[in-house]
T-cell receptor, first 113, second 114 residues
Framework: GDSVTQMEGPVTLSEEAFLTINCTYT??????LFWYVQYPGEGLQLLLK?????DKGSNKGFEATYRKETTSFHLEKGSVQVSDSAVYFC????????????FGSGTRLSIRP | EAQVTQNPRYLITVTGKKLTVTCSQN?????MSWYRQDPGLGLRQIYY???????DKGDVPEGYKVSRKEKRNFPLILESPSPNQTSLYFC?????????????FGEGSRLTVL
């Protein structure tokens, strides 16, 4: 069945470091892909999305490119800030309904000043 | 302001004492869903609803009930809570159609069952 695998955390970086959080997926069709972010004490919120192959989603300095050939959707940011400390979830929607969204297990990111 | 509101945010209860976690959204979304979040397991879907009076089981429905009598409300009911239901619960909503599937989440309800 469809699934999402993301790198285990926690990930700890210094401020201004380069960030990559890996995400790979398994899906039979042409899913939409998402990154959600969960700040401490809050619910998840959509960070960025891509709906077809080679699309690049971007928001708040974060980027992810939908790579069908490698079934990946890695999250990157060139220079992280302390305020980026959060849990990041990769997710896919195989299509047709929000009820089918599948989440990865989440990666906790901590940024040191 | 568009939002999903859950109550209570925090609750400590004892085994077997029925409780309800309420969820309300003001975006006129057809789709609503409940998830639980546990360390190392990510988000797991409990129940979802495609519209009023239409509900279905998710991946972990055992021990939970839901109802959808109105479009804006989707309460989660624990008839006889047990310690393994100690978790962080999230309600989410979305437009039902299309495959963009963007979910809007509440702030979460942390439940402890002693």
């Amino acid at each position: 069945g469809d699934s999402v695998t993301q790198m285990e955390g926690p990930v700890t970086l210094s401020e201004e470091a380069f960030l990559t959080i890996n995400c790979t997926y398994t899906a039979t069709g042409y899913p939409s892909l998402f990154w959600y972010v969960q700040y401490p004490g809050e619910g998840l919120q959509l960070l960025l999305k891509a709906t077809k192959a080679d699309d690049k989603g971007s928001n708040k300095g974060f980027e992810a490119t939908y790579r069908k050939e490698t079934t990946s959707f890695h999250l990157e940011k060139g220079s992280v800030q302390v305020s980026d400390s959060a849990v990041y979830f990769c997710a896919l929607n195989p299509g047709g309904s929000a009820s089918k969204i599948i989440f990865g297990s989440g990666t906790r990111l901590s940024i040191r000043p | 302001e568009a939002q999903v509101t859950q109550n209570p945010r925090y609750l400590i209860t004892v085994t077997g004492k029925k409780l309800t976690v309420t969820c309300s959204q003001n975006m006129n979304h057809e789709y609503m869903s409940w998830y639980r979040q546990d360390p190392g397991l990510g988000l797991r879907q409990i129940y979802y609803s495609m519209n009023v009076e239409v509900t279905d089981k998710g991946d972990v429905p055992e021990g939970y009930k839901v109802s959808r009598k109105e479009k804006r409300n989707f309460p989660l009911i624990l008839e006889s809570p047990s310690p393994n239901q100690t978790s962080l619960y999230f309600c989410a909503s979305s437009l039902a159609g299309g495959n963009t599937g963007e979910l809007f989440f509440g702030e979460g309800s942390r439940l402890t069952v002693l």
